[in-house]
């Protein structure tokens, strides 16, 4: 079973991405799929989940300019990003199967992380 991360890219700040996550295994059933990033010198954070049930958190950071949603027909996530700021840039990953969003612990399947950068 793969996850595989694209979509990341240089923007300038103001402008639009969007990430997809798909997986070549049926596991995006079970608990949630998630995105996370880490950047350099920093600890690995929540940027966005969501429950198999449809149900979405977000980290405060990106609450109200990132949206994430799933298509279950195609077992895809994706993760739009609007309104992008340098603070974003980051190494963004997803990960399935995760028990604890909270907690990126928890999760079973991970990605190879594909990555933003964002200029002022």
């Known amino acids: 079973v793969q996850l595989q991360a694209s979509g990341g890219g240089s923007v300038q700040a103001g402008e639009s991405l969007t990430l997809s996550c798909a997986t070549s295994g049926n596991i995006f059933g079970v608990n949630a799929v998630g995105w996370y990033r880490q950047a350099i010198g920093m600890q690995r954070e929540l940027v966005a989940a969501i429950t198999s049930g449809g149900t979405a958190n977000y980290g405060d950071s990106v609450k109200g300019r990132f949206a994430i949603t799933r298509d279950n027909s195609k077992n895809t996530v994706d993760l739009q990003m609007n309104s992008l700021g340098p603070e974003d840039t980051s190494v963004y990953f997803c990960?399935?199967?995760?028990?604890?969003?909270?907690?990126?612990?928890?999760?079973?399947?991970w990605g190879q992380g594909t990555q933003v950068t964002v200029s002022s």
């Open positions: 990960a399935a199967q995760c028990i604890t969003v909270w907690v990126s612990g928890t999760c079973h399947y």
